[in-house]
T-cell receptor, first 113, second 113 residues
Framework: DGGITQSPKYLFRKEGQNVTLSCEQNLNHDAMYWYRQDPGQGLRLIYYSQIVNDFQKGDIAEGYSVSREKKESFPLTVTSAQKNPTAFYLC????????????FGQGTRLTVV | EDQVTQSPEALRLQEGESSSLNCSYT??????LFWYRQDPGKGPEFLFT???AGEEKEKERLKATLTKKESFLHITAPKPEDSATYLC??????????????FGTGTLLAVQP
């Protein structure tokens, strides 16, 4: 099936640890995005990438890092510099040669323990 | 600054009781308004895209409309399975980042049998 796969579904992080969230898509989309969702807030953009080997900071990039070495993959690392990492993380992708919608993965819930 | 406001925050309906959700927006250079449905613990599922004032889209019990300042998601004779959070997002040309989506905080809809 075509779609976006995020893993793991649940992730627990200890204080001071870096963790990496996986996002893979087989839709052949150029653009990929990472959002963070907190209760009572809209989705906030962390990073986005419109092409392989290029990415831009979103509105809340501090404490996060990404890479885009392959078109299909856009992993997000939550570093120890992110002071409040507990949240629901969503990955999305879309085709950029038309003004189309973004498709989302099923999310990763990250909890600091 | 580009902004999206959804109302009400929460809405409780009886099965069969029609109603509307509102999405007000201010954006420089609207390139599309998007409605998504999100179930608890899942990623958003795409519903509709609207591009210009006066446009309407329908899908089963849902109908989305667009004016120059707001969009409505009309729900006709809802069923309990329509219970979800409905998210509105706009794509603007803010800062030249034409792929940026700006989300509202959503409306939590509960339909009781």
């Amino acid at each position: 099936d075509g779609g976006i796969t995020q893993s793991p579904k649940y992730l627990f992080r200890k204080e001071g640890q870096n963790v990496t969230l996986s996002c893979e898509q087989n839709l052949n989309h150029d653009a990929m995005y990472w959002y963070r969702q907190d209760p009572g807030q809209g989705l906030r953009l962390i990073y986005y990438s419109q092409i392989v080997n290029d990415f831009q900071k979103g509105d809340i990039a501090e404490g996060y890092s990404v890479s885009r070495e392959k078109k299909e993959s856009f992993p997000l690392t939550v570093t120890s510099a992110q002071k409040n990492p507990t949240a629901f993380y969503l990955c999305a992708s879309r085709q950029t040669d038309s003004n189309t919608e973004a498709f989302f993965g099923q999310g990763t819930r990250l909890t600091v323990v | 600054e580009d902004q999206v406001t959804q109302s009400p925050e929460a809405l409780r309906l009886q099965e069969g009781e029609s109603s509307s959700l509102n999405c007000s927006y201010t954006v420089s250079g609207l390139r599309g308004l998007f409605w998504y449905r999100q179930d608890p613990g899942k990623g958003p599922e795409f519903l509709f895209t609207l591009y210009s004032a006066g446009e309407e889209k329908e899908k089963e019990r849902l109908k989305a409309t667009l004016t120059k300042k707001e969009s409505f998601l009309h729900i006709t004779a809802p069923k309990p399975e329509d219970s979800a959070t409905y998210l509105c997002a706009v794509r603007s040309n803010y800062g030249g980042a034409t792929n940026k989506l700006i989300f509202g905080t959503g409306t939590l809809l509960a339909v009781q049998p």
